[in-house]
């Protein structure tokens, strides 16, 4: 995970940078502030980190970019040593130090540039810049780093479950999955455990000192150079109630549908309108108002989820992290599209899967896994699970 240096990262860096040169252009801004932890770790390519703390989305310096090609860290003295550390220096920013009790002043005075400024948050002198829309297409180096973090979660979640033992607490599986999540490099952002019938009644779990029972789920988001992997496992003690499993199936042909309908150009409304009809396909109308369906994501845990008027159009290299539910059950994983197929960065071969296929396309959706006995097979008459 050491090799996305920032050497290796020039390309991606430069692609970044030349499309907020294009964004000036367009609104004839001299220059662009990002403050914002997702946005400080997009344009640095992961290398730097400006959030102190991790309850606030504005970090502790800006980024200021501007038209002239010049760059610029702007942060109170304390801080500019390590940023600077981090890669800064390397990616030619120039510092500018600031007293930490010292009110701010202008950027446009203290970088002695006239004109219109844009921002990623609002600030008196700047006009608030739409740079959510520039992220959403990963390059190649993007996707190399998604690919690896992904792996990486999925083992890091699989490892925990299958230490899960009933009688353990929400809260002991919290702390095993935070612990096992940091040591492969990634920082928990959610952390969602659930047990027994807390995952039947609530769509969001927090821990609790409950102990677990037959039943439990791991739900978590982690970063590894800003990048946001999300994903949820479930573990059962003993067979599964037929009830459970035609809740997972249906949740999985629901994800399955999801993944079908990834396609570059399509309309996030127009998938979320298909999947209504999916969930009622299933036996499960009405099920997708209880929780949203998830949909974008990238350096956000949620770029933008679907709505019935959602603007958005699938991006050719962009990721996605689907959540379709039905009481009790799950299915979430992340994946790129691609032009041609999409890949899911957290599935693992060695985890029971449930295969559906649509279109002649088959799409892998994570099964529980079954602590104390075999694993359940499904006892539908065709395997993998087959939908028109």
């Keep these: 995970m050491s090799t996305f240096g920032p050497a290796v990262l020039t390309g991606e860096i430069s692609e970044k940078l030349a499309r907020l040169q294009k964004l000036m252009q367009e609104k004839q801004y001299v220059g662009i502030c990002l403050a914002l932890a997702h946005n400080f770790a997009w344009i640095t390519g992961g290398l730097a980190d400006n959030q102190i703390a991790h309850s606030s989305e504005v970090g502790s310096a800006t ?126 952002t959610v952390l969602l455990i659930g047990s027994d019938e807390r995952i039947y009644r609530y769509r969001h779990c927090l821990p609790s000192d409950k102990p677990v029972r037959k039943y439990a789920m791991v739900n978590v988001c982690a970063r590894r150079w800003g990048l946001v992997v999300s994903t949820t496992r479930f573990i059962h003690f003993g067979p599964l109630d037929g009830e459970l499993r035609n809740r997972l199936r249906a949740a999985a042909i629901v994800h399955a549908n999801y993944l079908a309908a990834l396609r570059p150009g399509r309309r996030a409304a127009d998938i979320f309108e298909s999947a209504k009809k999916w969930y009622a396909e299933q036996g499960f109308p009405g099920e997708w108002e209880f929780h949203h369906q998830g949909g974008g994501t990238g350096y956000k845990e949620r770029e933008y989820i679907l709505l019935p008027d959602s603007a958005e159009v699938v991006f050719e290299h962009e990721a996605f992290a689907f959540n379709p539910t039905v009481q009790g059950a799950k299915v979430e994983d992340t994946v790129i599209a691609f032009p041609d197929r999409v890949e899911n960065i957290t599935t693992l071969a060695d985890w029971p899967a449930i295969n559906v296929v649509v279109d002649g396309k088959s799409y892998g959706c994570p099964d529980i896994l079954i602590h104390g006995g075999p694993q359940t097979e499904w006892k539908d008459p065709a395997a993998p699970v087959k939908v028109d």
């Excluded at 006239?114 to 700047?126: A, E, H, I, L, N």
């Design 63 to 188: 980024l200021v970019i501007l038209r002239d090609g010049r760059k610029f860290v702007v942060a109170a003295h304390s801080e500019v040593p390590r940023l600077m550390d981090q890669a800064l220096e390397e990616l030619g920013y120039e510092p500018i130090e600031t007293k930490w009790y010292a009110p701010g002043g202008s950027l446009s005075g203290q970088l002695g540039v006239s004109g219109t400024m844009g921002s990623d948050v609002p600030r008196k002198d700047c006009v608030v810049a739409d740079i959510a829309r520039l992220r959403r297409e990963l390059t190649e180096t993007e996707i190399q780093k998604y690919e690896s973090a992904g792996r990486q979660c999925a083992e890091a979640v699989a490892e925990v479950t299958r230490q899960v033992r009933p009688g353990m607490t929400e809260r002991q599986i919290e702390t095993m999955t935070a612990n096992a999540l940091m040591q492969h490099g990634l920082r928990p």
